[in-house]
Each structure stands twice: as C-alpha cells, then as structure tokens.
C-alpha cells in the first residue's frame, strides 16, 4: 500500500493533554491502559492518538488546537472558563504544553514559516520521523480583544477558527447569529496579520460575512458536506463552492455523527464503514470544483473515542486505509495525495510567512 503523506488539521492536544492528562508523545495504546487503570476510560472514549499511531500512519503534520471550553458548554466536569480572561489564561496554558512538549520531544517539530515546512520536508525525505505542529486556535473567545492576534502570532499560531460556540466574536452553528462588531474588526486583524481564516463551527450568517469581508486564505479545518449530511455544523454548498473559488481546503472529518445524521452513540462504531469518507471526499470534490479543495481533519479525541469512528479506524494509524478504498473510487494516486495531505501543504504555502 503507498503511504501518502498525511495532513491532519484538527486535533485537540493540548485541551485533552491538560485536562485527561494525555501525553500524546506515547501511544494510545498506552493512554488507554493509563486510563483504564485509574478508572476513567469513559471520559474521553478510546484515545485514537499518539506520535507512535501518528508516524505509523506517516501523518507528516498536525494543525494543533488551542482549544478553549466555555463552562456553559462543560459537561462531565471539566473545568471551562467563565470569563474571556480566563479563556486566555486556557490558551496559554495550552500553549505551555505545547512548548513543552516540543522542546523535549525531537520527533515534534513547529511549522511557523516556510522555511519550517520545507525542513521538516527535507527530514521526512530522509526517513526521520518527524511531525510538523501548526497552530490553530478553535473559538476566538481566548483573545480579550482583536488586537491580541498579533501577540498570537508572534507565539506561532497560523490559523485562527473564530467560532465554537457562539461567542464574543460570531454566531456558530448550534447558535447562529451574525458577527459581532468585536467579530468583524476581529476579521480584519486576521486578515492583516496574514493568518489563515478557518470557517468550522460558523454560523451561515457569519460565514458569509467573513467572505464578504476577509481576502485571506481561508479554510475549513473539520467539516463534512451539508449535502451528504444535513446538519448545521456540516458546511452548505455555497460555502464548499467559496473554498474552491479562494483556492481554499475543507478538512473530511471521519467521525460517525458526521458521517451519518442516522448514526446516534448507542449504535457504535460497526454501524458506519469508512466508505461514507470516500463519498464525503467525493460530495466535498464535487462542491468545492475538485478534488484540489479536499483534505483531512480528523478531529479524532475531539470529545469522543474509537468507539464514535467508522469501523475500519481503531487509531490513526489505520488513517492510511482510506487511500485504496479511493483508489477503488477511481480516484488517481496523485489526487488521492493531494487529499491525503498534499492540498493542506499546498494551502499552508499560501499562509506561512
Ligand atoms: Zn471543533
């Protein structure tokens, strides 16, 4: 089987390292003992993650998360934060273990600049094992003010995803409402600090008011079609189709409930084949104008386990198999790395300095 190099755009490391205590420097095989030992494997589900699944699946980047949960939406007792000021101090708690974890671990490694992910290219060529980190902050809440972009910036973060929930910034699409005016002079200084703009989690209000107003490199990190789909936190035609116009990617999330709007917890993981990943590839393809628009965003620990993931997918590691059920599609090789994780390389090229 060709191992095409993969691109993951969404995962939430920090957020799960800092409040289940996942050090994902080891496998999760040995998150999940950890965990099944000290009686809280429900909490997060199977742990799908660790660098060892990440290199075996030959994930060459990751888009890490500084992911921020507003206690309104906490549940299973996680601590989340009341104020933006505290969203801050969570995002720069996160950021710590980042920091953390890259200085002490060779195999990881930042993409800030092009420099950075030509390097990290180089490496991977030879055969080191190595993964790049990208920054991307999910739910702007942790920035007090607009003009704290900058200072984002200058710590490395490339991507910012203004919304989660609705917040102070924009509507999203489990409470839509439009931009805020702080969410509109919030667009401008992504726009000017040449981040790239991530529309998951926006409400349609909103979204079509970044397009309006935002000529940056814009992306989804973690969406599914509407079409295939149909539920709000799924992206609409219109939008698939403003990726593709701005030369954009839409990262495929394979996760059940966003695979299948049929599929509900009880059901598990058997009820859905990775197969519904190939035709959200497709449905995405055809939306956006081709295949050039299409990537990966797994999003795998995002508040669920193995257990919310299609059957074929225990961990990461087995991410690859998706490469010949699309070859099966008949899909050219060279396409299939371009979604893999080609298209997000080609994407960031546009957003790093
Ligand atoms: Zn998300």
């Not at 002490?104 to 290219?121: K, Q, S």
């Amino acid at each position: 089987m060709d191992r095409y190099p993969i691109v993951d755009a969404h995962e939430d490391l920090a957020f799960n390292g800092l409040l289940y205590a996942r050090d994902y420097r080891r496998s999760a095989y040995a998150i999940r003992e950890d965990e099944h030992r000290a009686g809280a494997a429900d909490r997060r589900g199977r742990c799908m993650l660790g660098v060892p699944e990440l290199l075996q699946a030959n994930v060459a980047m990751v888009f890490a998360t500084l992911y921020t949960l507003p206690q309104s939406r906490a549940e299973k007792g996680e601590p989340g934060y009341r104020t933006q000021a505290e969203a801050r101090e969570a995002a720069l708690r996160q950021f710590g273990l980042y920091e953390q974890w890259l200085a002490e671990d060779p195999r990881l490694g930042w993409v800030r600049c092009r420099d950075e992910l030509t390097a990290l290219r180089e490496d991977q060529a030879e055969g080191a094992e190595r993964i790049g980190v990208v920054l991307l902050i999910e739910n702007a809440d942790c920035l007090v003010s607009p003009d704290e972009v900058e200072e984002w910036y200058a710590r490395g973060v490339r991507i910012i995803g203004p919304a989660w929930h609705r917040n102070a910034y924009t509507g999203s699409s489990g409470e839509p409402a439009p931009l805020t005016a702080a969410g509109e002079q919030l667009i401008t200084a992504i726009e000017q600090a040449g981040i790239g703009l991530d529309i998951s989690h926006m409400s349609d209000e909103a979204m079509r008011r970044t397009f309006e107003r935002y000529a940056g490199p814009i992306c989804s990190s973690h969406a599914n079609p509407r079409a295939m789909v149909d539920q709000p936190r799924q992206l609409p035609g219109w939008a698939l189709a403003e990726i593709g116009q701005r030369d954009g990617v839409a990262g495929i999330m394979p996760v059940n409930w966003a695979l299948d709007s049929s599929w509900k917890q009880g059901d598990g993981k058997d009820a859905v084949s990775l197969r519904r990943v190939v035709e959200a590839v497709q449905t995405t393809a055809k939306l956006a104008g081709g295949y050039r628009y299409v990537g990966l965003g797994t999003d795998f620990d995002g508040g669920f386990g193995a257990e919310s993931c299609p059957r074929e997918l225990e961990t990461i590691a087995d991410l690859p198999r998706l490469a010949p059920l699309l070859v099966e599609a008949g899909i050219e090789p060279e396409t299939i790395a371009g979604v893999m994780g080609g298209n997000w390389m080609r994407w960031l090229h546009t957003v790093l300095p």
